[in-house]
């Protein structure tokens, strides 16, 4: 099985920073994109941004200029740092991964518990 694990969020007021880590572990072969997504009350869940695993970045046009994402391929975690946030962020942000985990398997997506940002004053 594999697992996704995030860290970082929290409660921080408008304008500041945070910082997401999402580690994945377990049966790995391979990583091709990893993500992150957000869910807000009573909304769906959202895309922020993507990377593969060539580096090429994605993001939501809400958060270009302000959020960053990047990735350790050699440690599949992923980070997005997160600047200038607005109280419009604030959200459970959940990371994703496609994962193979073996040479002969197909990608398969998995989901961490999320992890809650809140930007308030």
């Known amino acids: 099985q594999v697992q996704l694990v995030e860290s970082g969020g929290g409660l921080v007021q408008p304008g500041e920073s945070l910082r997401l880590s999402c580690a994945a572990s377990?049966?790995?072969?391979?990583?091709?994109?990893m993500g992150w997504y957000r869910q807000k009350p009573g909304k769906q869940r959202e895309l922020v941004a993507t990377i593969t695993s060539g580096d090429s970045t994605n993001y939501a046009d809400s958060v270009k200029g302000r959020f960053t994402i990047s990735r350790d391929n050699a440690k599949d975690l992923v980070y997005l740092q997160m600047n200038s946030l607005k109280p419009t962020d604030t959200a459970v942000y959940y990371c994703?991964?496609?994962?193979?985990?073996?040479?002969?398997?197909?990608?398969?997506?998995?989901w961490g518990q999320g992890t809650q940002v809140t930007v308030s004053s």
């Open positions: 994703n991964a496609d994962v193979k985990q073996y040479a002969y398997t197909f990608l398969r997506s998995y």
């Open positions: 377990g049966s790995i072969f391979s990583i091709n994109s």
